[in-house]
């Protein structure tokens, strides 16, 4: 568990840099068509990589902005600073910063933090997951069409937004309600709290998702590929789901497969 003290430490930094500066970019970038990066992303980043190497300076680190710092350590840190950049560009409060340990390609504990809410979604691979130090769960909801669901789209792939153009379309007529909130790291834990019943995305990197993933999974929810697959943070799919409505889903993205 210190792993996760440490990362929370980190996380609550960058945190602080999130908030200081919301409203304030000055300078933007795009990395791709519409995909931003500002200087809080980087300075969230670096201060993020200091703090680790601090306490684990053997270890090696993956991260949005800066890549790979590798050298053949069996413990990997994933580091999203400021997922949803787009968002807080616009001061739009729907950010977090996404931190996840990979030990010998496991991914053991991670952590998402919104700094806006104040809310730390944590989880140890086998200890469950918690909000703020309270445990969480997923929701119960069986039926599709009385659930609330997440998605979020890549731009930089034309035909990755047409796919889930498809898939928005068909999941619109299917369930209660559909979102797209431009935070994957925060879209999972909401499935984890129950806040969402279910998420699916394409296009994804393992930073986005292997804190996310492991959180939904220690609150007893599911995550798959699309077609049920064993999920990997390092395939660009993810299905998410309280594990009740998983097949339902499934079913709805295997529609219209081209």
């Not at 980087?42 to 201060?47: C, D, F, T």
């Not at 270890?59 to 787009?86: C, R």
């Not at 130090?133 to 929701?139: D, W």
Request: charged share 25%; glycine share 6%; hydrophobic share 40%.
């Amino acid at each position: 568990m210190e792993y996760l003290k440490i990362a929370e430490k980190a996380a609550r930094e960058a945190g602080k840099i999130h908030l200081q500066n919301l409203g304030k970019v000055k300078e933007i970038e795009f990395k791709a068509k519409n995909s931003l990066v500002t200087e809080v992303d980087k300075l969230s980043e670096e201060l993020i990589i200091s703090i680790i190497k601090d306490s684990f300076p053997a270890h090696d680190i993956f991260a949005e902005e800066s890549g790979k710092h590798i050298t053949d350590s069996d413990y990997l840190w994933l580091v999203d600073p400021l997922d949803g950049t787009t968002n807080y560009a616009h001061a739009y409060p729907f950010f977090s910063v996404s931190i996840a340990l990979e030990v010998k390609g496991i991914v053991e504990a991670g952590l998402v933090y919104d700094p806006v809410k104040d809310e730390m979604f944590t989880a140890h691979r086998g200890k469950g997951a918690y909000l703020n130090g309270a445990s969480i769960s997923v929701s119960p909801t069986e039926c599709i069409d009385e659930c609330h669901l997440c998605t979020g789209f890549v731009h930089e792939n034309d035909q990755i937004v047409e796919e889930n153009l498809r898939h928005f379309s068909n999941f619109i007529r299917t369930a209660q309600a559909v979102r797209r909130d431009g935070s994957a790291a925060l879209d999972l834990c909401y499935v984890a709290c129950g806040r969402f019943d279910g998420f699916w995305e394409l296009g994804l990197n393992p930073w986005d998702t292997a804190a996310g993933a492991l959180i939904v999974q220690e609150a007893g929810g599911s995550v798959s590929l699309f077609s049920g697959a064993e999920y990997s943070i390092y395939v660009k799919e993810i299905l998410a789901t309280n594990n009740k409505i998983q097949d339902q889903m499934k079913d709805v993205l295997s529609k219209d497969k081209k």
